[in-house]
């Protein structure tokens, strides 16, 4: 009897096994990924006509509090999104870090136009290049969940 | 019932094989391509302090920006090569599955 026992244990063991897969990742989000490109267009716009429409005098922050606010609610909803995903914890840091460094440009607009009457030319530049780099490491991660094997989410 | 383990566990070690090498560019070419972009951005961060377009302050703020960038881009590696270990892992186990499933088919 116990022999019996041992065996159909071991079946069952097996047959669980056959159904068996590890994941490691959360499945691709397209709907995420979408709204990563739409918010990096969004920011890379703000840039370009704050460098191209204005000179450092005219870069009144309330000018493009709206603009920054509106990157900012993006940037919460993503971070939200991630949160609730499992297996989530590489892209919900990015997500942070992005979120935190796009603060941290617009507190400095704020601070530098109420300090110096003036927003330079140049931080924009360095800012919109390193706020476009941390997207695009935020779609890297996204778009790494495509490796996952198609015949292994079925 | 025939089953033979070593030839499954050699099965297993190839198909992990498979699914990384299959999976290696993936990380590389990502490696180069943050690579190319931390180029870019210092060889632009040198040029606006050189040109004076950005304080002695902005620069060593951008430095400190340069540090969460690599955080997350590592973090980004870190998901691919996550993906690379699931796609092994679960080809092994579909070896084994496959071996098992044949030998109880045999046995019934």
């Not at chain 1, 927003?119 to 996952?148: C, P, Q, W």
């Not at chain 2, 993936?26 to 943050?34: D, L």
């Not at chain 2, 632009?44 to 540090?67: M, N, P, V, Y």
Request: with cysteine; proline share 1%; hydrophobic share 45%.
């Amino acid at each position: 009897m116990k022999q019996l026992i041992r065996h159909s244990s071991h079946l069952i063991l097996v047959l669980m096994m056959l159904g068996c897969k590890v994941q490691f990742v959360p499945e691709y989000n397209a709907e995420i990924a979408k709204q990563i490109d739409a918010t990096s267009k969004m920011v890379d716009k703000m840039y370009l006509e704050m460098l191209e429409t204005t000179t450092p005098e005219q870069r009144d922050f309330s000018k493009f509090a709206k603009a920054y606010v509106s990157v900012e609610v993006e940037l919460n909803s993503l971070l939200n999104k991630n949160k609730i995903r499992p297996l989530n914890e590489h892209s919900i840091k990015i997500t942070e870090l992005t979120l935190a460094k796009w603060i941290k440009y617009k507190e400095e607009h704020k601070r530098d136009f109420e300090n110096d009457g003036k927003y330079a030319s140049g931080n924009i530049k360095i800012n919109r290049i390193y706020i476009r780099d941390f997207f695009n490491a935020m779609i890297v991660a996204e778009n790494a969940t495509k490796i996952i094997k198609q015949e292994q989410n079925q | 019932m025939n089953f033979d383990l070593n030839e499954t566990l050699a099965n297993m070690l190839g198909a992990i094989k498979g699914a990384v090498s299959d999976n290696w560019g993936e990380v590389k070419s990502t490696a180069n391509q943050f690579i190319d972009r931390r180029k870019e951005r210092l060889e632009l961060l040198a040029e606006l302090r050189l040109g004076q377009e950005i304080t002695q302050e902005k620069f060593l703020s951008t430095l400190e920006d340069e540090k969460d960038l690599l955080e997350a881009e590592l973090h980004a590696i870190a998901i691919i090569s996550k993906a690379i270990a699931q796609n092994a892992a679960n080809a092994a186990i579909d070896v084994l599955s496959k071996a098992v499933k044949a030998a109880l088919s045999a046995a019934l």
